[in-house]
């Protein structure tokens, strides 16, 4: 018997996520970056609650700037945002992949009580939609 298409965030997110703490250095963060092939991380406190949210994109101008000066690139505390778009673990999946249809992150934080317990991309929301559609 086939494996029932997933329907809700939790069936589809890495639980075992790329985070980074305000303290982290942006060198730090943009080498897991690249090598979870990432583009952006959440940002947690000592106790894995959401803080805030950081980016390629957020980093890469200070990471040319420091450089050109020849200098320490700043903290991810310092670049971060605190206005972070998460997801609950039991959100649709087609609910959220009407919500990324925008100009809306290619990555979100999942939550339970401001604690982080994965991450879901669009790429995870866009094969879900592929197995639902073949299921």
Do not use: W
Not at 9 to 24: A, H, L, P, Q, W
């Amino acid at each position: 018997m086939p494996k029932k298409a997933p329907t809700i965030v939790r069936e589809i997110m890495s639980r075992d996520c790329y985070r980074v703490s305000g303290k982290t250095s942006v060198s730090t963060l943009a080498e897991g970056l690249s090598l979870h092939r990432l583009p952006g991380a959440p940002v947690v406190d000592e106790h894995d609650h959401l803080i805030g949210f950081i980016s390629e994109q957020d980093v890469l101008g200070k990471v040319l700037e420091s450089a050109y000066l020849n200098d320490e690139p700043p903290l991810v505390r310092e670049l971060m945002r605190h206005e972070v778009l998460s997801v609950t673990p039991n959100k649709s999946i087609i609910d959220l992949a009407q919500e990324m249809l925008g100009a809306k992150p290619k990555i979100y934080p999942v939550t339970e009580q401001t604690r982080l317990v994965g991450i879901v991309t669009r790429r995870d929301v866009l094969n879900a939609i592929l197995r639902m559609r073949h299921s």
